[in-house]
């Protein structure tokens, strides 16, 4: 059941990284969907980087959008890429249902771990379509439905074939379950040509 997300310490998140990088390093996912080094991607959820850090490192004629509902994840994600000194990434402040982008403006949108944790799974995958350019990816990290001893709380997971059925039921296309090391997976999908 889609409940209102709380609150997250982005230094602790960041602390909590480097042992992710070893379990699941965020190239294993980025290596799916970005494909040229031109391509504009919106990082919804974006924490403190994880991902968006390492993808505006692979996309030097590019752009991240580095959104995220809270402040003090934009700030640290943001200090990161100027010791990176990188200057493709651009923070934005945003609900996941209310983005202040242009419509199909991004190539590709990444949600890691953070579809389940969010209240209106219709408007915020809404949203994506808008901002998606036709054929564009939506790529999705999610925790398996399955017992661990961290992790979001069972009950708003998504077990793989329900997360197919939000997708197919709200218009994407080609919507393929990737394996990932556990707990987590990975699923891509596409907005239609119009």
């Known amino acids: 059941m889609p409940h209102d997300g709380h609150h997250f310490d982005p230094e602790r998140l960041a602390q909590m990284e480097a042992s992710r990088q070893q379990v699941f390093p965020p190239d294993e996912t980025l290596d799916h969907f970005l494909t040229r080094p031109d391509l504009i991607m919106a990082d919804i959820g974006c924490g403190p980087g994880f991902y968006a850090i390492p993808a505006a490192k692979r996309l030097p004629q590019g752009r991240v959008l580095a959104i995220d509902r809270q402040q003090d994840m934009l700030e640290w994600t943001a200090k990161r890429a100027t010791e990176a000194k990188l200057t493709n990434l651009s923070p934005i402040q945003a609900m996941a249902h209310d983005i202040p982008i242009a419509d199909a403006s991004v190539d590709v949108v990444l949600m890691a ?51 197919e059925h939000l997708l197919l039921s709200h218009h994407f296309r080609e919507v393929q379950f990737i394996p990932a090391p556990s707990p987590w997976y990975q699923m891509s999908a596409k907005k239609p040509e119009e």
């Open 113 to 163: 771990n953070v579809l389940h944790d969010l209240p209106d799974y219709p408007a915020i995958l809404n949203e994506v379509l808008r901002i998606l350019k036709p054929g564009g990816t939506y790529f999705l990290v999610e925790w398996d439905k399955v017992d661990t001893a961290f992790g979001p709380p069972i009950d708003i997971r998504f077990a793989p074939n329900e997360l």
